[in-house]
T-cell receptor, first 115, second 116 residues
Framework: AQKITQTQPGMFVQEKEAVTLDCTYD???????LFWYKQPSSGEMIFLIY??????QNATEGRYSLNFQKARKSANLVISASQLGDSAMYFC????????????FGTGTSLTVIP | DTAVSQTPKYLVTQMGNDKSIKCEQN?????MYWYKQDSKKFLKIMFS???????INETVPNRFSPKSPDKAHLNLHINSLELGDSAVYFC???????????????FGAGTRLSVL
């Protein structure tokens, strides 16, 4: 089974609108971390936001927020007030703390912001 | 100061050659990784080292050999390069036993390898 599933290969959003990028995960480890990374066309992998499995509140970092629904095993990224510079690939990732300590990445979602 | 730096950024070479990619981190992390990103943007872990010890070794051809002289460096040497090795290779680092936000993995800028 896939550890991380991103079902949206491509998404479009109008500038200044909000967009949600979906991510579901699969783990039996009670201790894990969830991450989102942005990869613009220039190629670097930029860390955006982190959510721990024991965190009670959803993580927020500026215009990024993580909609963490533990029972559903989903960790969707919400980008508010989209900007043209948000056009990029977005990767969801998970780290299982007690089980090998390995990072698992999803296949990514390509986001295009339309002016 | 670049936290995770890898060199070179671009590498163009002929089939059959041997090449190396260097990676250094100044974050004080104890674990480093090599990933391969193919043309479809899929990220595949190749190796992971913790304090110079190999802890993850995915199914990668023997032509790929990582070397970690110390916990701040993890180099990747590739022998007898093949066309299929063309990809972007990312180095990354993290704390193995980091708690909370210290679990974060940081990436280098990537090395785009083109084998002709």
């Amino acid at each position: 089974a896939q550890k991380i599933t991103q079902t949206q290969p491509g998404m479009f959003v109008q500038e200044k609108e909000a967009v949600t990028l979906d991510c579901t995960y699969d783990t039996s480890d009670p201790s894990y971390g969830l991450f989102w990374y942005k990869q613009p066309s220039s190629g670097e992998m930029i860390f955006l936001i982190y959510q721990g499995s024991y965190d009670q509140q959803n993580a927020t970092e500026g215009r990024y927020s993580l909609n963490f629904q533990k029972a559903r095993k989903s960790a969707n990224l919400v980008i508010s007030a989209s900007q043209l510079g948000d056009s990029a690939m977005y990767f969801c990732a998970m780290r299982e703390i007690n089980t090998g300590n390995q990072f698992y990445f999803g296949t990514g979602t390509s986001l295009t912001v339309i002016p | 100061d670049t936290a995770v730096s890898q060199t070179p950024k671009y590498l163009v070479t002929q089939m059959g050659n041997d090449k190396s990619i260097k990676c250094e981190q100044n974050l004080g992390h104890d674990t480093m990784y090599w990933y391969k990103q193919d043309s479809k943007k899929f990220l595949k872990i190749m190796f992971s080292y913790n304090n110079k010890e190999l802890i993850i070794n995915e199914t990668v051809p023997n032509r790929f050999s990582p070397k970690s002289p110390d916990k701040a460096h993890l180099n990747l040497h590739i022998n007898s390069l093949e066309l299929g090795d063309s990809a972007v290779y990312f180095c990354a680092s993290s704390l193995r036993d980091g708690a909370g936000a210290k679990n974060i993995q940081y990436f280098g800028a990537g090395t785009r390898l083109s084998v002709l």
